[in-house]
């Protein structure tokens, strides 16, 4: 038998990047695959990025991750990009496929398949908590799903505008914008509840300014942190008889879908869930 001593390398661009724990979610998931492959978690500074991205090329890589601050900066050196990728103006996933380097965005789509498991979200109303960039990437595609209508809530409404004109733009899908004053209400007609913010990351206690008493029972109710899994979002929403889904499943679908699209490999995404649940339980504990 033929004994290769060359591993398939994969790997991530960010700065800082010590805390990035999709490393060890995707190396379990090779690990129990039995690939030969590797994730190279890489901390690279803007100036750096042009430098990395040849590298990775000239190393024959079979794709990497993009993580802040090198979303947008990345395009430049991109041969072509994924339709969501360029309507979201971001990439976080590069494929190398005979030297090209194709761009996509599986930060709408890790949340998607998550979604999926719970509700699917063609014809579903939705509203949407924040403007930022995984905002943006949630609505699109759940624009591209066939969402019927996303309400785009954040504190600077002119970032919400931008989201909902993106989505009207380029979907069949109709958004509207609202300034977020106070405490967030729900419409009562609302399918899917989204946290897109970064409050609660590493705070059980922290919320996102939402009246509770516009949860309404039957609701499926997310949030993207991964850290803690059940935010106290979650938790208010779960009291009042909601769906909660937790950010872990946007976290290790988006390693499932990069995986896929370097690799054409379906690493299973149980072992790597559990890998990310037992990091975090241990960051807790400590």
Known sequence: MHRTF????????????????????????????????RYINCDVKPAHLGE??????AMEWAGFN????HKVAVIEYLDDMAEAARII?????????????IGDNTDGKGFLASLRTVIDPADKK?????????????????GLAGAAHI???????????????????????????HLWEGEARIPADTDIVINAT????????????????????????ADVIPNPP???????AKKRGCTPLDGLGMLVNQGVIGVELWLGKTLDATVMQRTLSDIFNTSDAE
């Open 89 to 101: 103006g971001a990439v976080n996933c590069v494929s190398i496929r005979n030297g090209k380097l």
């Open 6 to 37: 060359r591993s398939i390398l994969t790997g991530s661009f960010s700065t800082p990047c010590a805390d990035n724990p999709t490393v060890a979610m995707i190396e379990a998931g090779f690990q129990h695959a039995g690939l030969d492959a």
């Open 126 to 142: 939705v509203f949407l908590l924040g403007a930022g960039g995984a905002a943006r990437a949630i609505a699109v595609e759940l």
């Open 198 to 221: 970064s409050v609660g990351f590493g705070n059980a206690d922290a919320m996102a300014a939402v009246d509770v008493e516009t949860f309404k029972k039957g609701q499926v109710v």
């Open 52 to 57: 990395a991205v040849r590298g990775a090329l």
């Open 151 to 177: 309400t785009v809530v954040n504190m600077k409404k002119a970032h919400a505008d931008t989201i909902a004109n993106l989505v009207r733009d380029n979907t069949k899908c109709n958004a509207t914008a």
């Open 66 to 69: 993009c993580s802040l601050p």
């Open 230 to 236: 059940m935010t106290r979002f979650l938790r208010e």
